[in-house]
């Protein structure tokens, strides 16, 4: 093979939901940019695993693979989880050239996911000055990832939105039930709900309830198989393949 293949690793879940969302996106990264070879691997839950995935493409005679995983933040899995499975299978299998490419955010065109979804749920350019925004992630433990939706939060405050406030599904509060409530509470008018998350799961499953009951009147769905979803996955796969101190225009 000349070309590398890029391999898209997903967290997997135990909702096939997560699965088939997975998949849809990784078909629209190969109808993008036909050509490319674009495999699908999981950490747990779902099969195939990354290591089986590398074991295949490595008798089949592949040299070179871009490792993407399907990660919005640079938090556990992303610092520990894929490197430490990375650094195995490049021990087993020498021939083959792993990089690892960054992960998916913080980026416009996740910006863009988000707007898209929203206007989708009804959500209209006259509405965002008597809107708020609940921007509601999995959370984390890792200061980096949640420094990082804070940063989002407050991008998308300029946005035109009358106000824009981060919620969790774990690890942190406030809940996305609480920040509807809050903003209730200071008078706004519309109250939307952003899941920032890929595909569906328990997780973005808490959001929407936690949406429902405070009663929130927009609730967007998650990210999934967008078109600009799509195009971030090749932007990271090209980025990963330039070398150190080269730009992407070299």
């Known amino acids: 093979m000349t070309h590398p293949t890029l391999l898209v690793i997903a967290h997997g879940s135990r909702d096939p939901r997560h699965a088939a969302t997975v998949h849809a996106l990784t078909e629209r990264v190969r109808a993008e940019r036909p050509g490319l070879r674009v495999e699908t691997a999981f950490l747990e839950f779902n099969a195939p695993s990354v290591p089986r995935v590398l074991e295949r493409l490595a008798a089949q005679g592949a040299d070179e693979v871009v490792a993407l995983p399907l ?18 299978a490049r021990a087993r299998l020498p021939r083959l050239h792993i990089r690892q490419a960054d992960v998916l955010g913080p980026s416009p065109l996740l910006n863009a996911t988000l707007g898209r979804r929203l206007r989708e749920a009804g959500v209209r350019p006259g509405d965002l000055p008597r809107t708020g925004l609940v921007l509601a992630s999995a959370g984390s433990s890792d200061p980096e990832a949640i420094a990082v939706i804070a940063e989002i939060a407050r991008e998308l405050r300029h946005t035109g ?72 996955l090749l932007n990271r796969f090209d980025e990963a393949r330039v070398p150190v101190g080269a730009s992407l225009s070299a």
Request: proline letters at 9%; a negative charge; glycine letters at 6%.
């Open 161 to 232: 939105w009358c106000a824009v406030r981060p919620a969790f599904a774990s690890a942190l509060l406030p809940r996305t039930e609480d920040v509807v409530r809050e903003l209730r509470a200071e008078g706004v008018e519309r109250v939307a709900v952003a899941p920032y998350a890929i595909a569906p799961g328990r997780l973005p499953d808490r959001i929407a309830a936690g949406a429902e009951a405070a009663g929130a009147d927009v609730l967007a769905d998650v990210l999934g198989p967008a078109p600009e979803l799509a195009r971030l």
């Open 71 to 88: 990660l919005l933040t640079r938090a556990f899995h992303a610092k520990t989880d894929i490197p430490s499975v990375l650094r195995e």
